[in-house]
């Protein structure tokens, strides 16, 4: 019988550190995706994972298992990234350029073709970092409000607020960017309709 | 429905999540109020253009490698700290093990003070070099047990006070050397084992380190190793990387090292 993510997580506490490579399987594509479409570098995202992965090693005391797994891990990987980008802030000097190590989002990382995608890709790296996490949840993810709600620690009808203004600020920043002169978010109502 | 309620419940539509009433109020609202509409047009079809955002690929083969590594690592820390529950405590409570690190070189010059005009020291004092001795020790290993990696790299270079042949000290910088993430702190680590150079094991890991580290300061600075102890078995390591490393500084001081060696290149 398949084993649930709380139960490889009570064994990796328990010292069988062997089944974090069963939740890292499991999780590792849901965690990378959230990263690299919050950093834009699908370098830092693959760094940040390392990361996320080797503090619930190192953190496996901590783990309650009163609430879902992925609850915890993505709890993780959000004060990853932002601990990464407070160490960028402070030890810019302190890194070693020779090793590559902690790059920024480079253009070898974004989609660079001008097409409508990579335009919104852009506009969505543009978005503040807050807002940005919002859609990146809603949507890739597509985690249920009341999720992202216990995630940020806030009330599930701020959430539903929160995204529809962050969805009509990427879009006028999508807007922006927009070089041809009609507006590629105009459609019908009834294709509207069909989500 | 009014316009507010639309803004409300406008993310539960977009994302498929309004129920069948709701789905059929906002839309009865939509055909009415030409400004919503357009509102809700607008955001539908970003939603559907987000979608669209090819999802990037990750290298997941090479993370998993690199998460069984930090397995095997963590692995082995833990059956280093299994034993003493001081150190535990010390890896857990870095500001601690930072004051404690203070603490035990200040108590060290004092001591060495007190006791260096009594040549015939006595049984109480040898006991008393031989805890501060055990404290330097535990103290190093918890600092290269801390998260913060300038943590790790001041138990790096503290390990250079702790006096004797160290073994648990020699297996900790052997292990940071081939398994700590920040190349700071692999590079001191270099440096710490050279008063280990004479034993076998420090000789092998660093050879063994010549084919596997990636960063050039960490090449650069095994290169010098082995030819400081004129290792005249890293020959090989130093060969290849003369051939294939990637970058070109490192190729040339490899080149350099085989000459040192007494081999030709």
């Known amino acids: 019988m398949t084993m649930t ?31 690299a479409r919050m950093t ?28 879902p797994f992925p609850a915890w891990l993505f709890r993780i990987a959000r004060n990853a990234r932002a601990d990464h980008y407070r160490r960028r802030e402070f030890t810019a000097t302190y890194t070693d350029a020779m090793d590559g190590e902690d790059p920024a989002p480079g253009p070898e990382d974004r989609l660079e073709s001008e097409n409508e995608a990579a335009r919104l890709q852009r506009a969505l790296l543009r978005l503040r970092e807050d807002k940005r996490e919002l859609i990146v949840l809603a949507r890739y993810r597509e985690m249920k409000y009341e999720a992202i709600a216990e995630l940020l620690g806030v009330d599930v009808a701020t959430i539903k607020v929160r995204v529809h203004r962050a969805l009509k600020e990427l879009r006028d920043i999508f807007l922006t960017l927009e070089s041809r002169p009609t507006c590629a978010v105009k459609t019908s109502l009834s294709s509207s309709r069909t989500i | 429905m009014r316009c507010e309620d ?11 999540r309004a ?6 109020a906002i839309e009865k609202h939509l055909e009415g109020c030409p400004a919503c509409l357009s509102e809700t047009e607008g955001l539908a079809s970003l939603w ?37 529950a001081q150190r535990r405590f010390l890896a857990n409570h870095p500001l601690v093990a930072a004051c404690a690190a203070t603490l035990v070189l200040a108590v060290g010059v004092v001591l060495g003070r007190a006791t260096e005009r009594a040549p015939a020291a006595t ?46 000290i020699l297996a ?35 050879v ?19 030819v400081e102890t004129q290792d005249r078995g890293a020959v090989g390591a130093l060969r290849r990387l003369s051939e294939s490393a990637a970058n070109e500084t490192v190729r040339t001081r490899a080149a350099w090292g085989i000459e040192h060696l007494g081999v030709e290149s």
């Open chain 1, 40 to 67: 834009g570098s699908r370098a830092v995202a693959e760094d940040l994972v390392q990361d996320v992965f080797e503090r619930i090693l190192k953190y496996r005391a901590t783990w309650r298992g009163d609430a």
């Open chain 2, 19 to 24: 129920d069948t009433a709701e789905r059929a």
């Open chain 2, 48 to 84: 559907r253009s987000l979608g669209e955002i090819p999802a990037p690929a990750p290298d997941s083969q090479g993370m998993r490698a690199r998460i069984d590594a930090a397995i095997e690592h963590e692995r082995f820390a833990s059956n280093r700290t299994s034993a003493p």
């Open chain 2, 123 to 168: 049984p109480e004092v040898a006991a008393l070099h031989q805890e501060l001795r055990d404290l330097k020790q535990m103290v190093t290993l918890s600092l290269m047990q801390q998260q913060s990696a300038s943590e790790r790299l001041r138990g790096v270079s503290f390990s250079n006070q702790v006096d004797g042949s160290g073994d648990e």
């Open chain 2, 6 to 16: 639309v803004s409300l419940k406008l993310s539960d539509y977009l994302a498929g």
């Open chain 2, 172 to 206: 900790a910088l052997l292990d940071t050397l081939k398994h700590d993430t920040n190349v700071n702190v692999r590079l001191a680590s270099v440096d710490a084992l050279k008063r280990f150079a004479e034993r076998d094991v420090v000789r092998r890991a660093a």
């Open chain 2, 208 to 226: 063994d380190a010549l084919d596997t580290q990636r960063s050039p300061l960490v090449q650069m600075a095994l290169i010098d190793f082995v």
């Open chain 1, 5 to 35: 993510d709380e139960a490889l997580m009570q064994a990796v506490q328990r010292g069988d550190l062997a089944k974090l490579g069963a939740l890292f399987d499991r999780h590792h594509l849901a965690v990378f995706d959230f990263l």
